[in-house]
């Protein structure tokens, strides 16, 4: 069965960064574009970035381009997202999840697996 696990979470201060990490298994993770979502407290759930299956291609929500970083490594079945510049409003927790299909996108559709999630708090 398809799992995700999510680690690399938790306090930073403002302006600091956290690297995420997400080790995949129980499917041919070379096959299909992943995601990151996240959910603050209190709010829905929303798209943070996604990167396709060949890593050729990524999308980053306005809220995060040019401060986070998403990549992927296919020989070790693992994803990632580099987050820079990191402000009191990334505070949420985040979630890697695999698309049904090797082609990005910029939403929540199309998502049919999802992990745990980490915790990221960014406060002084």
């Known amino acids: 069965q398809v799992q995700l696990v999510e680690s690399g979470g938790g306090l930073v201060k403002p302006g600091g960064s956290l690297r995420l990490s997400c080790a995949a298994s129980?499917?041919?993770?070379?096959?299909?574009?992943m995601s990151w979502v996240r959910q603050a407290p209190g709010k829905r759930f929303e798209w943070v970035s996604d990167?396709?299956?060949?890593?050729?291609?990524?999308f980053y929500a306005d809220s995060v381009k040019g401060r986070f970083t998403i990549s992927r490594d296919n020989a070790k079945n693992r994803l990632s997202l580099q987050m820079n510049s990191l402000k009191p409003e990334d505070t949420a927790v985040y979630y890697c999840?695999?698309?049904?299909?090797?082609?990005?996108?910029?939403?929540?559709?199309?998502?049919?697996?999802w992990g745990v999630g980490t915790p990221v708090t960014v406060s002084s």
């Open positions: 999840t695999k698309r049904s299909s090797a082609i990005a996108d910029t939403d929540l559709g199309g998502m049919d697996s």
């Open positions: 990167i396709n299956s060949g890593a050729g291609t990524t």
């Open positions: 129980g499917f041919t993770f070379s096959d299909y574009a």
